[in-house]
């Protein structure tokens, strides 16, 4: 028994020993990896960790300093004192002939104030735009930073940047001036405007294919709040809000985006759409609103958007939409369907069986069921779309004359009205 328990120990010691050398020769092959693959690999780390690895081997000492890819994250420090040291002693210390292409910075803590110190947001910004081996090469910027900027540094030097991300951003800055960028997010921001008739922030982003605007807050008041960028393929619009000085304004988004392929709106209220052109791309068409009033405002309201967006082929709409265009049977009797190549549908939100979607709400988003007619031969399926389109137009430009006969009429009464009220 206790030579047994001996070559036991000798079996669990030599293991240990083999362990240890297994590990010994792990972090040799990692030492012993090209330096760029290194440099690579500490790109995907926090930037203390990464510095903390300079301790490991001779060849690491210095890496941290030539990293193409730089995440700073609060998370890792006891307080925001510490973590602005250690931000602005790294960026003192980096070797600014180093190209770098994507900056992370991420400031934000459970405990921490809601407007902090900016100090830290405008250090980072302002190496960005003033050191070349970034400014000319940096493609993807990420603020995470629930502080108050009172101007947005000049981003547009950036050539190289395409990608922009912003959470939690209080400023003043109206417009993003930026031709390069591709892909802008904004996130749980807010943007004091004042008093604007027409607001167009984003006609700098000439290039621009992206927009996501989520749970945004646009201070003050804004009567037309217009989105002109002529390369943008995809619009999210999430829990937008402009509140004005005596509570939420009535804003109107006109869209400028003849390229638009998709199209995503959600939130607890739906804002009013316009549009001069014709959306010729539009693909996809999602509208999910939370709380929309049955009435005939909201009605009309969706009607002109489903209007804009009639080339969409796959289309979601909430159970509340249904619920308002269900309410109004005698508007949508004689319209005829405004989605002309559609597809697939969706209903989001109540799929029950026990939603049961009425007839004349079928008829008008699906059009009615013609069976006296179907197209055999493409040249049959071209005349007869070609008709729809036709008869969907003139139904269009009559619902536009009733309008102006409409206000024409209330514009004459309130004359009368006026003059009566004179005499």
């Known amino acids: 028994m206790k030579r047994d328990n001996f070559y036991g120990r000798e079996s669990s010691k030599e293991e240990k020993e083999n362990k240890e050398k297994d590990k ?98 405008y250090y980072i910004i302002y190496h960005v735009i003033d050191t070349p081996s970034i400014t000319t090469n940096i493609e993807v910027l990420t603020i995470l930073a629930e ?76 009567n037309t709040f217009k989105i002109s960028t002529p390369n943008l393929l995809d619009l999210n619009i999430s829990h937008f809000l402009v509140d004005g000085e005596f509570g939420e304004n009535d804003c109107v988004f006109e869209l400028q985006t003849p390229r638009l392929r998709y199209f995503k709106y959600d939130g607890y209220r739906l804002y009013c759409f316009s549009t001069e052109i014709n959306l010729l791309f539009v693909e996809e068409l999602y509208i999910d609103v939370g709380l929309l009033p049955k009435d005939i405002y909201s009605l009309y309201t969706l009607i002109e958007l489903f209007e804009i967006m009639q080339r969409a082929k796959s289309i979601s709409l909430s159970s509340k939409i249904i619920e308002v265009l269900s309410m109004f049977p005698d508007e949508l009797e004689d319209k005829c369907s405004p989605f002309t190549r559609m597809e697939t549908f969706e209903l989001i939100g109540d799929t029950s069986s026990s939603f049961a979607m009425p007839q004349d709400v079928k008829n008008y988003l699906f059009g009615e069921d013609n069976s006296s007619f179907t197209p055999q031969t493409e040249f049959e399926q ?14 269009r430009v009559e619902n536009s004359v009733l309008k102006v006969e409409k206000k024409v009429d209330e514009l004459i009464q309130n004359y009368i009205n006026s003059a009566y009220l004179k005499e």
């Open 24 to 121: 010994e020769k792990e972090e040799d092959m990692f030492t012993k990896l090209p330096e760029q693959i290194i440099v690579h690999i500490l790109s995907f780390l926090d930037a203390k960790i990464a510095v903390q690895t300079s301790v490991l081997n001779k060849r690491f000492r210095y890496l941290w300093v030539s990293l193409p890819v730089i995440n700073f994250d609060e998370a890792s420090f006891q307080d925001a004192e510490s973590f602005e040291d250690f931000v602005f002693n790294f960026l003192s210390c980096r070797d600014t002939s180093t190209n770098v292409f994507n900056f992370n910075l991420k400031c934000r803590k459970d405990h921490a104030p809601i407007h902090r110190d900016n100090h830290v947001v």
């Open 147 to 222: 502080c108050a900027l009172s101007k947005l540094p000049k981003l547009s030097v950036c050539t190289s940047l395409t990608t922009l991300k912003l959470t939690y951003i209080l400023t003043l800055t109206k417009n993003f001036d930026i031709p390069s960028l591709k892909h802008l997010y904004l996130c749980c921001c807010r943007f004091v405007v004042g008093r604007v008739n027409s607001f167009d922030p984003f006609k700098g982003c000439v290039n621009l294919e992206s927009l996501h605007i989520d749970r945004c807050t646009y201070h003050d008041e804004i």
């Open 382 to 395: 071209f005349v007869f779309d070609y008709f729809k389109r036709a008869s969907n137009r003139i139904m």
